[in-house]
């Protein structure tokens, strides 16, 4: 267990312009870390709620000085000078939040604190922050998870050409950059075959896909298996496919 200084939590920009929270956490041992929380451009009926502020004069109402505030005061109140683990910081949280989809506090501003304190703590104890986690759930052999990078977009990421909102490789590569070589291949081969069979020019969805006018979801997935077969894999043996589907908008 770590020792809590304090949090505090400030409005920044995340990778899309759109405000968010980039929190600190001092353990009182000295070290700090922090952590910011991007939010995704389609929400989902079943996920937790982002506090936003609705005030339409700033930032369209999507501002988070509210999340920010509760940060400041009631989390911060409340935590400083506690020692604790991140299962009892998480579970205290959600004590104080009360609400099933984190409606008072904001998921955001409950999520920043938990990830700048598990980096703070995996600092504190000299791990990596992905063995720090490995450790909380008793895995003796920690490893990275498998890259999924977005490769086709649709739904609400590319202006809904399609309903699915992402297609995704997942090369079953054995390193890190063995399968971030495979993904550059891949993804310049489906660049290449868009712009022969759609003419159109590499443009870029809201997460870094690809975003040709297909017609339909079938022919979404066959070029991305027929790109995987010019990058000269097979798929379902070296990338498989994952999609994230967003159902809630169609």
Do not use: W
Request: proline fraction near 3%.
């Amino acid at each position: 267990m770590s020792k809590i200084e304090s949090f505090h939590a400030i409005e920044i920009l995340d990778s899309r312009g759109r405000p968010t929270l980039k929190t600190t956490c001092e353990l009182s041992s000295g070290i700090t870390a922090f952590a910011s929380v991007p939010s995704g451009a389609s929400t989902g009926k079943a996920e937790a709620l982002e506090l936003r502020d609705g005030d339409k004069k700033r930032f369209r109402g999507l501002g988070c000085l509210k999340a920010v505030n509760n940060v400041n005061t009631i989390l911060n109140n409340s935590l400083s000078g506690l020692e604790l683990s991140q299962e009892t910081l998480d579970k205290k949280m959600l004590e104080l939040d009360g609400t099933a989809n984190k409606f008072n506090l904001g998921a955001h501003a409950i999520l920043s604190v938990s990830l700048a304190f598990a980096r703070a703590c995996a600092l504190e104890q000299s791990l990596q922050l992905y063995q720090y986690f490995a450790n909380i759930l008793g895995n003796a052999a920690p490893r990275l998870p498998r890259l999924t990078v977005n490769l086709f977009s649709g739904g609400k990421h590319a202006g809904g050409q399609v309903v699915i909102q992402d297609l995704l490789v997942v090369p079953q590569a054995n390193s890190i950059s063995d399968a971030l070589a495979m993904t550059y291949e891949i993804y310049q081969c489906a660049a290449e075959l868009t712009a022969k069979k759609y003419n159109i020019r590499s443009l870029r969805a809201d997460e870094g896909g690809l975003a040709p006018p297909f017609p339909n979801v079938t022919v979404m997935i066959e070029d991305a298996l027929q790109a995987i077969q010019q990058a000269g894999l097979k798929a379902g043996q070296d990338v498989s496919l994952a999609l994230d589907v967003a159902s809630s908008h169609f």
